[in-house]
T-cell receptor, first 108, second 113 residues
């Protein structure tokens, strides 16, 4: 069974802090890795995609991929209350599998 | 607006009924999907079509039948609805196949009573 594991949280961070979200995946042939943000009652929206080892930065967001450890992370710098949402990690090759999502709460 | 649009937004029906959900994308994407998000918020793929051809068919009851009349449309028909079918169903599309990012529709909340 190909799985993507995330801690469901909630992860609470104060406003302005760095939020660190983590994810592991079981399928070693996974080539595509994504982070989606889902607000309550809304559809998931893409935050970051990453395909090779290392870091990828986009504004306040940094995705990190370590294929040897089968580990993906998302860092959110200068966290804002508007970042409060569930963050879904997804990984796969021929088919993308989603994790359960980590609920992030940014406390003003 | 360029988007993935699905209808209806809400669907309340009784057990045993048959219902359909429609999805259209005007993003020019080749691949479309149906995902189910259950009460635990777990998002699971059901089907995927690439240019009208079925490429992913997960372990889904035969009561669920997707239809793609063209690459911009993917509909989902559900026969003999059961209580366990209650969930949010998301349509999605991606530009170049199953390894590219997904663009989701707004979801259809199906409640079976």
């Amino acid at each position: 069974q190909k799985e993507v594991e995330q801690n469901s949280g909630p992860l609470s961070v104060p406003e302005g802090a760095i939020a660190s979200l983590n994810c592991t995946y079981s399928d070693r042939v996974s080539q595509s890795f994504f982070w989606y943000r889902q607000y309550s009652g809304k559809s998931p929206e893409l935050i970051m995609s990453i395909y090779s080892n290392g870091d990828k930065e986009d504004g306040r967001f940094t995705a990190q991929l370590n294929k040897a450890s089968q580990y993906v992370s998302l860092l959110i710098r200068d966290s804002q209350p508007s970042d409060s949402a569930t963050y879904l990690c997804a990984a796969g090759y021929q088919k993308v599998t989603f994790g359960i999502g980590t609920k992030l709460q940014v406390i003003p | 607006d360029t988007a993935v649009s699905q209808t209806p937004k809400y669907l309340v029906t009784q057990m045993g009924n048959d219902k359909s959900i429609k999805c259209e994308q005007n993003l020019g994407h080749d691949t479309m999907y149906w995902y189910k998000q259950d009460s635990k918020k777990f998002l699971k793929i059901m089907f995927s079509y690439n240019n009208k051809e079925l490429i992913i068919n997960e372990t889904v009851p035969n009561r669920f039948s997707p239809k793609s009349p063209d690459k911009a449309h993917l509909n989902l028909h559900i026969n003999s609805l059961e209580l366990g079918d209650s969930a949010v169903y998301f349509c999605a599309s991606s530009p170049t196949g199953v390894n590219s990012p997904l663009h989701f529709g707004n979801g259809t909340r199906l409640t079976v009573t």
